[in-house]
């Protein structure tokens, strides 16, 4: 039997794009878009069981340089969609959906801009906008400022930073410790959420899994995060679904409100209370009711 979570297609240019599937063989297919310093793995924390009970076949790639996916120069948002219709078409795929959470965000407004013949649905989970726009800078701390700053203006410096603040993990992983670690840090909506066994393991995985060839692919991602968009969002033509929290102290509510805006009839739903990790866990049914 083949292994579904690494996968991989050859693209045109040479590129190997690393890709793995979750839930149901022949369910409703879905492209799933990680988080920034995330990969194929991903999904792993919401649960596969949830995707095979909704009748979704989630099918996750690793962005270029992130994973099993080689590092593409010089890209943009705009070359994303190719590669996912090349991946589409190699499996055999017609319309599909996209449901992108956190960084990924950007990659689901691209395909409902470019290729909206080909979508079922689109979904924007705790989705990053332009992270270093003054909506941004006035509702994240001094160290996101600092970060996203130096992300808009050198890809070189967020290489170091990345490198500077990249876990550093040696000989044997006391897991109880790093959870007490995380849970310290975080406000209680998102602590209860990595309660749950093995969610913070597999977020661990995903994390280095991203890591694995370097940095430099993440390093290029959050520069693009960090930059307005190579697109308009006020011509995208597919219906779009964004869910935010208000607590979200990784992506400031503003940001997605402004990604909102612009989407010509977005349906958005901000929820009070939600954090960036717990609006996607705790809603995560509307999603896939959405999807599918």
Known sequence: MRNLLSQSLRLA?????????????????????????????EPVMLGGEVFEKAGIRLIACDRP????????????FRHWPVDIVTLADSLGLGK??????????????????????????????SGAGWMDSPEARAGLPFMGRLMWGCAARSVGLTNVLLNLTKPRVKGNVDIAKIRQQMLRNMPPEEAVIFE?????????????ESMRPGIQGI?????????????RLEEISFPVR?????????????????????????????????????TVANHLDEILETLG
């Open 65 to 76: 340089g992130m994973g099993g996916s080689d590092f593409q120069p010089r890209r943009t």
């Open 13 to 41: 240019d040479g590129r190997t794009l690393a890709y793995a599937e979750y839930g149901a063989p022949k369910g409703k297919p879905v492209f799933y878009f990680h988080g920034s310093a995330g990969s194929r793995l």
């Open 196 to 208: 749950k066994p093995g969610r913070l393991e597999a977020f661990m995985a995903s994390a280095a």
């Open 242 to 278: 964004l869910l935010h929290g208000e607590a979200d102290q990784n992506v400031p509510a503003a940001v997605a409100r402004t990604v909102a805006a612009a989407i010509p009839g977005c349906q958005a739903t901000f929820y009070p209370g939600e954090g960036h990790f717990s």
């Open 219 to 231: 390093a290029w991602d959050t520069h693009l995060c960090a930059c307005p968009l190579d697109f």
């Open 96 to 125: 599909f959906g996209v449901f992108g959470v956190s960084g990924g965000a950007g990659y689901v407004s691209v395909c409902a801009r470019f290729v909206p013949e080909r979508l079922s649905a689109a979904v924007i989970a």
